[in-house]
């Protein structure tokens, strides 16, 4: 993990996410405590249990958005899930123990990826060496033929040393990029795999088995000759032998340490599986996944095909809306192992301003870009984003409140025609002031039954 400090990951995080300043404080502290954790004498470091956090708050205001933007922040083993996925052991469902399985594959992916681009190098001069063997073969009459090529393209070049092997004239013709559009015989391996699908309420890796790997390993490889221009051969080669210069089981071991010591898991939706009536119908499979999710935050070993990983550590943070339900109405040992909770604001109109225009992938920078690949620069005035941040304002107010997504909606709306139009519009140059807002959207907005199903 970069070692930010608490103030650098909100500054970080306040560049993309308005307001919310508790949670983003939360959120920097619990990763700060990472960092802090590996600081301490191994003795200690067992026994320091990361803080898990609730984020409590009503939908798009911006709980999924602080845990997508920490996944960028850090070097942390990072996997987002949403707990309405799963199901108790004994339902047709996925079960808890495979967000573990997922974090980890994810893991080994990223790891076998950078080692990949390590060896880069070395796997692109091994890939040379390949392809200059296959165009000189030590014996064969095509190898005098591309000799004379050489001689004449060198000679007209200027001449070039005699000393110089054919095989160095070439090397340096394959660099520079004379030979790129010639085209030779490739051994391509056929990478398509049957597909397998295996039905079974826990992992398969728990019977010690990969069954997608045994079966790759009982197929003979499939490997087929085509013409290939030396340019793209080049690259071929050149992953196929990084792949092999890639030590796997060091990127096992790696990964699995990466995701004990620093995993952090965003379980979204929690709120979905905290069961008020606890007496009938589905709700006793929304308090068995709570309960089936316990020893997993608490920690516990998980078998994965890999090898078996330890959850003691990894940070766990859950959100959820709570509108039906409230975090009380978790089992009391879940809510006891997520010891932080924090409330995140409702948005008003002054946040949906800044929403609209600060960050930096703010919704009107957005549509300005889109356009102007058209060839048409619009350009929003002040009155027109308040006007439309009041807008949102008042139709969450009237409907159901989705906070900041309701600013999608009516951005949509309100550039319809102008992203319908705009390869053939003449007005290359167009100002959305409030006037045009209040033309476009006041009718629909006014219009109770037309706001419920338009916006």
Avoid: C
């Avoid at 983003?24 to 700060?32: C, D, E, F, H, Q």
């Avoid at 004498?41 to 709980?63: F, Y």
């Avoid at 390590?118 to 001069?125: D, G, H, Q, S, W």
């Avoid at 056929?190 to 997608?212: C, L, Q, R, T």
Wanted: glycine share 6%; net charge negative; proline share 4%.
């Amino acid at each position: 993990m970069k070692d930010l400090k608490p103030g650098e990951i909100v500054k970080e995080l306040d560049k993309y996410i308005i307001g919310q300043k508790n949670a983003k404080k939360s959120v920097a502290i619990a990763l700060r405590n990472r960092w802090r954790r590996r600081q301490v004498e191994k003795d200690l470091q067992d026994e320091i249990a990361p803080k898990n956090i609730i984020l409590i708050g009503p939908t798009g205001v911006g709980k999924t958005e602080i845990a997508r933007r920490l996944a960028n922040l850090t070097d942390s083993p990072f996997y987002k899930v949403e707990a309405s996925k799963f199901t108790e052991v004994g339902y047709v469902g996925r079960d808890v123990e495979s967000m573990i399985r997922d974090l980890v594959e994810l893991t080994v992916t990223h790891l076998k990826a950078r080692q990949q681009e390590e060896v880069r190098e070395k796997a692109t001069r091994m890939a040379e060496e390949r392809i200059l063997d296959l165009l000189l073969p030590a014996s064969s009459s095509n190898s005098t033929n591309i000799s004379n090529e050489i001689e004449i393209i060198t000679t007209g070049d200027g001449g070039t040393d005699p000393s110089t092997s054919t095989r160095e004239k070439l090397r340096k013709m394959l660099q520079s990029g004379k030979l790129d559009s010639r085209q030779i015989d490739l051994e391509v391996t056929d990478k398509s795999s049957p597909m397998v699908e295996i039905f079974s309420n826990a992992g398969i890796e728990e019977m010690g088995i990969n069954i997608k790997d045994m079966l790759g390993n009982l197929m003979p490889k499939n490997t087929k000759r085509r013409k290939v221009k030396i340019k793209d051969a080049l690259k071929l080669v050149a992953q196929e032998e990084a792949a092999h210069l890639v030590d796997m089981e060091q990127v096992k071991a790696e990964a699995i340490t990466l995701v004990e010591q620093s995993g952090i898991i965003f379980i979204d939706e929690i709120d979905k599986i905290a069961s008020k009536d606890k007496t009938h119908g589905p709700e006793v499979s929304k308090e068995g996944v709570q309960r089936d999710l316990l020893p997993i935050v608490e920690g516990s070993s998980v078998p994965t095909k890999y090898g078996i990983v330890k959850t003691d550590h990894i940070l766990f943070i859950a959100s959820g809306a709570f509108h039906v339900s409230k975090p009380s109405d978790l089992i009391p040992e879940l809510q006891g192992r997520f010891p932080i909770r924090v409330e995140l604001n409702s948005l008003g109109a002054d946040e949906f301003v800044r929403i609209l225009t600060e960050p930096k992938n703010a919704l009107v920078l957005q549509y300005i870009a889109l356009l102007r690949t058209e060839g048409v620069e619009i350009e929003f005035t002040e009155d027109a984003v308040e006007k439309i941040a009041a807008l949102a304002v008042e139709v969450n107010s009237s409907t159901e409140n989705i906070g900041a997504r309701r600013l999608h909606t009516l951005m949509e709306k309100l550039l319809e025609d102008i992203l319908f139009m705009a390869p053939d519009i003449e007005e290359k140059k167009i100002v959305i002031d409030a006037a045009f807002v209040e033309k476009q959207l006041t009718n629909i907005v006014g219009n109770e039954d037309l706001t419920r199903y338009i916006l």
